[in-house]
Nanobody, 124 residues
Framework: QVQLVESGGGLVQAGGSLTLSCVASGLIFSRSAMAWFRQAPGKEREFVAAITRSGVVTNYADSVKGRFTISRDNAHNTMTLQMHSLRPEDTAVYYC?????????????????WGQGIQVTVSA
């Protein structure tokens, strides 16, 4: 049974930082492309960042480029999202996702497994 468990969310003031983690089990983590998505109230789920199986190549949404950093540790089945210079518009539930085949894309429908999500709230 595949499980993706997010942690590290919470409430932070604008301009602050948070680090999200996703721990995976039940799959060969090093063979899975990984990504973060988010969903704000009343909005559709949107792509945040993705990382290839090796961790060498990353991809970011324009809205977070230069502020967020995605990384992974295949030895510990963990993916991380460092978030800096947070803005109120970053407020959302953040989801960890795993993809068994293909590239580390930004298309949510291509991902096979999802975490439960974790709330990130940025106050003005």
């Amino acid at each position: 049974q595949v499980q993706l468990v997010e942690s590290g969310g919470g409430l932070v003031q604008a301009g602050g930082s948070l680090t999200l983690s996703c721990v995976a089990s039940g799959l060969i983590f090093s063979r899975s492309a990984m990504a973060w998505f988010r969903q704000a109230p009343g909005k559709e789920r949107e792509f945040v960042a993705a990382i290839t199986r090796s961790g060498v190549v990353t991809n970011y949404a324009d809205s977070v480029k230069g502020r967020f950093t995605i990384s992974r540790d295949n030895a510990h089945n963990t993916m991380t999202l460092q978030m800096h210079s947070l803005r109120p518009e970053d407020t959302a539930v953040y989801y960890c996702a795993a993809k068994l085949l293909g590239t580390a894309s930004g298309s949510s429908h291509e991902y096979d497994y999802w975490g439960q999500g974790i709330q990130v709230t940025v106050s003005a």
